[in-house]
């Protein structure tokens, strides 16, 4: 489009920085939802890491790995919202936490 | 013709034959007494056959040796199970076959009604195997394997009636006292072996005659260290608390193994290795001491007693004192003379005592005895032909003979001296004090406990051989006085004995026969004493013992054999069990407990961190990538 | 052009940190949506349109959609805040905040060593060169995406049913 001269790295810090954020929330919210949330910051977190190296090399390799990305990301999340889904159907909350059977 | 002495391997592989026979099937009772006893007898006749082949046709040198192979092959110096025939180790061959025999013979009727009689008959046969062993060994870990072995048998025949805990207990106690002097004699053969390479007892001879000067302390370590030894196995000053309590077992145990075998085997192997003692005289001199120190301490003991074993069990102790006072003077002819005599006696005594005490229905007090000799006069004959051996009744009895010459000995020896033969007549007085205490309780006076069957043909066979051996063996050897017979030292110390040879006496004969007058006078007064105490005037001991409370406290103190079980117990039993008691929790085991505690915390630890909980796990995989990554990065 | 770009960077950080620390699910998923677009933004300055359009349509438009739908069902938003605020307590960011601090601090750390004098977004990868290498070299995995989408739907149409008999998975695997 234009000759924009971003350095790759910063490219990469930012992806790392959403990456790092959205682990943070994965960690810290109890909710399932907010955790599912969560990791969509992260996988598209790494989407944007692709997309600049792409982008970096001049090739379409990039666009096609976030593509990959985007159709595992759909298969997961529309599974996941299932799981959801029967997780509050069989425990009557969202609590994570709740889900703790499997303990040592 | 087959060389009779070539089946001097039969002496001792009989009874062991009979010991795997009765081990391994499972006769009949009778079939039992069989084999049990047929394995001895026959070893008994091989033993004479040899005994008359080797008297009528010496082999050279006096001494015949036979291997049966080699055992551990060490290169210049092999052990080998080795069989070595010299006058003494006959002499003790015939003596534990043929008393053996006899005594294996009573048993068959007196120990027919028992329970265990495989397991008896077995453990019998194993210790006559085990004792020949040790008496025809040529080297010295052979004899210590026959040592051992007889050790095993007296364990395993005193605990014999084992579901009484006190017969365990005595059994063990014998076990230990003697495993005291076990470990002694195994420090003895590894300084013997270390310093001079072999174990072959002629070799060990020669070769501490050659290298260890007199007095050194190679020579007098390694005779202390025998003498430690010979100490445990034979009762001795200060190891001598196990006998009187190993009368747990039955009679016939007490006459084989704690009256004529094993404990004997101490003067043996002290007469075997006699080369060594004489490297080291002041050994010597603690020999005498041990012997005279004994012999007193258990004589007085034995006045006390009332049980009729223990009377005989002191008795034995004693006897062997007078053993070991002769070979500390160096009389070792005179030391195996008595060991010979006290064989035929000793065990001929226990023997007609466990006749009296089965008769009197297990009644082992001498004070509920009485008036025996009306009711059975074969038992009161043997028995006194026995007593009066042992308290060397004069001229008639074999007891005599050797007993005197032991004095003679130390009296005329320039090792010994008047002490020493003071000790060992005193010694003679309480000896016929005491036996003559026993025979007029419990065969004279009025009859308090009626014996309820007499004695048959196997049990009164060998009594009647005994009693007569107990007379006649005496005249093989007899002191100048009195014909100067000299058949037995001149066998003894013939060829290449190990033996030294008997020391001629220094004294005249007429000193000799002073020395054996005050013997035969000695003897007689304490007949005669003995009478008055304890037959003619019983209540003057009661009497005597009321109204001087020192006189009762020494009765009891002699009565408690001089202290020294209870001392033994606060020095060593006590400690013991104190440090048991501290350890009660093993601290070994605290290590291993260590180890599972540590395991339970780490797996209590490591359960907590499985909480189930998502955001948790994911968590640790978070930090781990992290952790990762930083490795990557930094490294 | 850069300046789009540092812009769309800062909107976000922003909206991803504001993301995260919502109480309300349906204010959370608004400002992941705005995250989303300005991400689009970045693909658009960075010469990457089909991703950009892609963010947009499948990620902005559809899988949020699905958590819309999954927020109305379950009843989340002014309802649940309360709840959430008594999970999302402050000393509970602790951990979290440190380990990702240190882990973007890492990031940070290796890509700054990099080769950062080199620019991107020279000229832009059009759509048609993505179409060409997606059916080209890429086509397996195009073909095993679809499977993948497949196994997504009908996982996704198992798991979701509800138990008919009350006793067959109520209390099992679902």
């Known amino acids: 489009m234009t000759t924009a001269s971003v350095p790759l790295a910063h490219a990469l810090m930012l992806a790392g ?34 997309v600049a190296a792409g982008s970096y090399w001049g090739k379409p390799d990039g666009q096609v790995m976030f593509f990959f990305i985007l159709a595992m990301t759909a298969a997961e999340v529309s599974v996941g919202l299932a799981l959801v889904l029967q997780f509050h159907h069989h425990f009557r909350t969202l609590d994570s936490d709740a889900a703790s059977r499997m303990r040592g | 013709m087959v060389d009779l002495l070539d089946c001097l391997w039969c002496v001792p592989a009989l009874p062991l034959a009979g010991f795997l026979v009765l081990v391994c099937l499972r006769p009949s009772k009778a079939g039992i007494r069989a084999i049990g006893v047929g394995s001895v007898g026959l070893a008994a006749a091989v033993a004479i056959g040899i005994g008359l082949t080797f008297l009528a046709s010496p082999p050279t040198g006096f001494c015949f040796r036979q291997s049966l192979g080699i055992w551990i092959p060490l290169k210049g110096s ?66 210590y394997l026959g040592w051992e072995g007889v050790g095993l048998c007296s364990y395993l025949l005193i605990g014999f009636w084992y579901e009484n805990p006190a017969n365990g207990r005595a059994a063990r106690k014998a076990f230990v006292v003697t495993r005291v002097g076990d470990a002694a004699l195994v420090l003895a053969l590894i300084l013997i072996f270390t310093q001079l390479g072999t174990l072959d ?21 390694a005779a202390a260290l025998i003498l430690a030894g010979a100490v445990g196995k034979s009762a001795q000053l200060p190891l001598q608390t196990w006998l009187p309590d190993a009368m747990a077992g039955p009679s016939p145990v007490s006459a084989l193994i704690h009256a004529a075998t094993m404990v004997t085997a101490g003067v043996y192997l002290v007469a075997r290795t006699y080369g060594l003692f004489e490297l080291a005289p002041t050994v010597q001199f603690a020999i005498a001491l041990v012997g005279a120190a004994t012999l007193l301490v258990a004589a007085s003991s034995a006045l006390t007693q009332r049980d009729i074993k223990r009377v ?92 005197d010459a032991i004095l003679w000995a130390v009296f005329s020896s320039n090792r010994g001296g008047f002490w020493l033969w003071a000790a060992g007549v005193v010694g003679a007085f309480l000896t016929s004090l005491y036996t003559f205490r026993m025979v007029f309780l419990a065969f004279f006076g009025p009859v308090r406990k009626e014996p309820i069957h007499r004695p048959g043909f196997r049990v009164s066979a060998p009594l009647i051989v005994l009693a007569i051996l107990s007379l006649a063996a005496g005249w093989i050897e ?18 290449v004995s190990l033996l030294p040879a008997p ?26 004493a003995a009478w008055w105490l304890w037959l003619a005037r019983p209540r003057v001991v009661r009497a005597l013992l009321d109204r001087r409370p020192t006189w009762e406290r020494l009765r009891r103190f002699w009565l408690a054999s001089w202290a020294f079980d209870a001392l033994y117990d606060r020095i060593f039993v006590q400690p013991y069990l104190w440090i048991a008691e501290r350890n009660r929790a093993d601290w070994v085991d605290d290590f291993y407990r260590g180890v599972a505690r540590a395991n339970v915390s780490l797996h209590g630890a490591l359960s907590r961190t499985q909480t189930g909980r998502v955001r948790w796990y994911a968590l640790g995989m978070a930090a781990g990538a992290v952790l990762l990554l930083a490795m990557a990065v930094l490294l | 052009m850069e300046i789009t770009f540092y812009l769309a960077a800062a909107v976000a950080v922003a909206s991803t940190v504001l993301v995260i620390t919502r109480l309300n699910a349906v204010h959370a998923l608004l400002y992941l949506i705005v995250s989303l677009l300005a991400v689009a933004l970045m693909f658009l300055t960075l010469g990457a349109p089909f991703a950009a359009a892609l963010e947009i349509i499948l990620y902005a438009g559809a899988i949020m959609v699905l958590f819309v739908f999954v927020i109305m069902m379950l009843n989340l938003g002014p309802q649940t805040v309360g709840q959430e605020r008594a999970w999302l307590q402050p000393r509970m960011w ?42 080209g070299p890429y086509l397996l995995g195009v073909e095993m995406a679809s499977y993948l989408l497949l196994a997504g739907l009908v996982g996704a149409f198992h798991l979701g049913r509800r138990a008919r008999r009350p006793d067959s998975t109520g209390g099992q695997n679902p």
Request: proline share 3%; net charge positive; hydrophobic share 60%.
């Open chain 1, 17 to 50: 920085i959403l990456f790092a954020l959205g682990l943070a929330g994965v960690l810290v919210r109890r909710n399932i939802l907010f955790i599912l949330l969560c990791l969509e910051i992260m996988l598209n977190a790494a989407g944007l890491a692709f």
């Open chain 2, 78 to 143: 092999e052990t080998c199970f080795g069989l070595y025939l010299d006058p003494p180790a006959l002499l003790m061959m015939l003596v534990v076959t043929c008393v053996g025999f006899l005594i294996h013979l009573y048993s068959a009727e007196h120990m027919a009604r028992e329970r265990g009689t495989r397991r008896f008959f077995a453990s019998m046969n194993l210790f006559v195997g085990a004792m020949l062993v040790l008496v025809l060994a040529d080297n010295l870990l052979f004899l």
């Open chain 2, 201 to 221: 007892i002629r070799q060990v001879l020669q070769r501490a005659a050659a290298q260890w000067p007199q007095g050194s302390t190679a020579a007098v370590a």
């Open chain 2, 312 to 403: 005989l069990a002191y008795s034995t102790i004693s006897q062997i004192g007078y053993m070991f006072l002769a070979l500390g003077v160096g009389a070792c002819t005179a030391a195996l003379f008595h060991l010979m005599t006290h064989a035929f006696f000793k065990a001929l005594l226990f023997l007609a005592a466990g006749v009296v005490i089965q008769a009197l229905h297990e009644e082992h007090d001498l004070y509920a005895m009485g008036g025996l000799r009306r009711r059975m006069p074969l038992v009161f004959w043997t028995f006194l032909a026995g007593a009066a051996s042992l308290a060397a009744l004069p001229a008639v009895t074999a007891g005599y003979f050797s007993k």
């Open chain 2, 478 to 495: 007899l002191p100048g006085f009195a014909g100067g017979v000299r058949l037995l030292s001149r066998f003894l110390g013939s060829g």
């Open chain 2, 503 to 528: 020391e001629s006496p220094t004294g005249s004969h007429g000193l000799e026969l002073a020395v054996g007058a005050v013997s035969a006078l000695i003897c007689l007064a304490g007949v005669a």
């Open chain 3, 94 to 135: 602790a951990g979290p905040a440190a380990l990702a601090a240190v882990l973007a601090a890492e990031f940070v750390w290796v890509f700054a060593s990099g080769a950062a004098s080199l620019g991107l977004g020279q000229a832009a990868v059009p759509p048609k060169q993505v179409g060409l290498t997606l059916y």
